[in-house]
T-cell receptor, first 116, second 112 residues
Framework: DTEVTQTPKHLVMGMTNKKSLKCEQHMGHRAMYWYKQKAKKPPELMFVYSYEKLSINESVPSRFSPECPNSSLLNLHLHALQPEDSALYLC???????????????FGPGTRLTVL | RKEVEQDPGPFNVPEGATVAFNCTYSNSASQSFFWYRQDCRKEPKLLMSVYSSGNEDGRFTAQLNRASQYISLLIRDSKLSDSATYLCVVGAPYSSASKIIFGSGTRLSIRP
């Protein structure tokens, strides 16, 4: 099973809402990632979790709050978002994260988020 | 200068043609290199990792030139199904500001 799943596929939320994005993998990978991708742009790294611990936060605003409850799950909690946060949010996993090198990443299909 | 740069294209080539993309990176201490492809409104998928010795997978050949700090992707006998955006990805050492950097992507369109 080389699949990363993400739910929901689409999400529309208001600026005062609280919502969560979910990501799951059962490949035994110990590194998981959140990316944000705007239209016609490459993915931008937001967070890296390694062995369920937050390793990298790429100066993401606090209205995005990641959580890694266990080695298979990764959540992204959203609160008080802005319309400019509308984007495709991609989750990825890889066997490990060692900082100096990067394993092949497997991406989920993404959640397309619209903030009204 | 961007940390990872790609020619955005689009490259529009006939079926059966050979096409090559380059990607340059600025951090000489970068450790890992990949080519991903991304279809419209889909997630990126790994095409191949790039090694110093070069590697080939069917019609695809990837090479790394550390001295000149670029990676390349060669597609031979291109198929209609090769139409996609090709993203180079560079893994930088831990001390860098950004650890995983995607190039902006090169759009490839294969015409019949």
């Amino acid at each position: 099973d080389t699949e990363v799943t993400q739910t929901p596929k689409h999400l529309v939320m208001g600026m005062t809402n609280k919502k969560s994005l979910k990501c799951e993998q059962h490949m035994g990978h110990r590194a998981m990632y959140w990316y944000k991708q705007k239209a016609k742009k490459p993915p931008e790294l937001m967070f890296v979790y390694s062995y369920e611990k937050l390793s990298i936060n790429e100066s993401v605003p606090s209205r995005f709050s990641p959580e890694c409850p266990n080695s298979s799950l990764l959540n992204l909690h959203l609160h008080a978002l802005q319309p400019e946060d509308s984007a495709l949010y991609l989750c990825a996993s890889s066997p490990k994260w060692e900082g100096a090198s990067t394993d092949t990443q497997y991406f989920g299909p993404g959640t397309r988020l619209t903030v009204l | 200068r961007k940390e990872v740069e790609q020619d955005p294209g689009p490259f529009n080539v006939p079926e059966g043609a050979t096409v090559a993309f380059n990607c340059t990176y600025s951090n000489s201490a970068s450790q890992s290199f990949f080519w991903y492809r991304q279809d419209c409104r889909k997630e990126p998928k790994l095409l191949m990792s790039v090694y110093s010795s070069g590697n080939e997978d069917g019609r695809f050949t990837a090479q790394l030139n550390r001295a000149s700090q670029y990676i390349s992707l060669l597609i031979r006998d291109s198929k209609l199904s090769d139409s996609a955006t090709y993203l180079c990805v560079v893994g930088a050492p831990y001390s860098s500001a950004s650890k995983i950097i995607f190039g902006s992507g090169t759009r490839l369109s294969i015409r019949p």
